[in-house]
T-cell receptor, first 114, second 117 residues
Framework: AQSVTQPDIHITVSEGASLELRCNYS??????LFWYVQSPGQGLQLLLK??????LVQGIKGFEAEFKRSQSSFNLRKPSVHWSDAAEYFC????????????FGDGTTLTVKP | GAVVSQHPSWVICKSGTSVKIECRSL??????MFWYRQFPKQSLMLMAT?????????EQGVEKDKFLINHASLTLSTLTVTSAHPEDSSFYIC?????????????FGPGTRLLVL
């Protein structure tokens, strides 16, 4: 069975500072990995995804993530955080045979200080 | 493109009544849609997979007679919470896979907040 762990429940960063949100996954084969952002009371927006190829993936809103197979990780990064980035972030893993059906982590809440 | 809508965005109902939530893919066809439930400050929990023209596949622990799913067309799936009770209060989110495009990317609706009194 696939699973996702987001070790940080809540992270606070200052505006303009760099950000890294951690994600560790468990899956027997090559996973399909996703990062989503959810603003309060809203659905999820896809930030980026990794299926294969270059392990450094660029996404929207200046986000990127790096797939590290040896560490079973897919951490999300942004070099300079904006106040509008404050939201809930979810990492998800999909099976290569049925990637549309994903398992989500518990999420990390990002607070941005002025 | 790839927009998914949900209606209503929020609903309040009395205990014992039924509530229908619609999920529509506005600019693409969706053979497969998913229904999730999200409790406050928690992750999304997959309830069921909805396939157009066939019965939905429910996750373990989800009562199929309580959460009725119908996917009658390639652009519409509905979730009906029957005989709703306060414990059914939650945020319900649907997602869709775009037919003909990559089958790994889900497009999410904005969610429906249900409050059962």
């Amino acid at each position: 069975a696939q699973s996702v762990t987001q070790p940080d429940i809540h992270i606070t960063v200052s505006e303009g500072a760099s950000l890294e949100l951690r994600c560790n996954y468990s899956y027997g084969a090559t996973p399909y990995l996703f990062w989503y952002v959810q603003s309060p009371g809203q659905g999820l927006q896809l930030l980026l995804k990794y299926f294969s190829g270059d392990t450094l993936v660029q996404g929207i809103k200046g986000f990127e993530a790096e797939f590290k197979r040896s560490q079973s990780s897919f951490n999300l990064r942004k070099p300079s955080v904006h106040w509008s980035d404050a939201a809930e972030y979810f990492c998800a893993v999909g099976a290569s045979t049925n990637a549309g059906k994903s398992t989500f982590g518990d999420g990390t809440t990002l607070t941005v200080k002025p | 493109g790839a927009v998914v809508s949900q209606h209503p965005s929020w609903v309040i109902c009395k205990s014992g009544t039924s509530v229908k939530i619609e999920c529509r893919s506005l600019d693409f066809q969706a053979t497969t849609m998913f229904w999730y439930r999200q409790f406050p400050k928690q992750s999304l929990m997959l309830m069921a997979t909805s396939n157009e023209g066939s019965k939905a596949t429910y996750e373990q622990g989800v009562e199929k007679d309580k959460f009725l799913i119908n996917h009658a067309s390639l652009t519409l799936s509905t979730l009906t919470v029957t005989s709703a009770h306060p414990e059914d209060s939650s945020f319900y989110i649907c997602s869709a896979l775009a037919t003909g495009l990559d089958q790994e990317t889900q497009y999410f609706g904005p969610g429906t907040r249900l409050l059962v009194l």
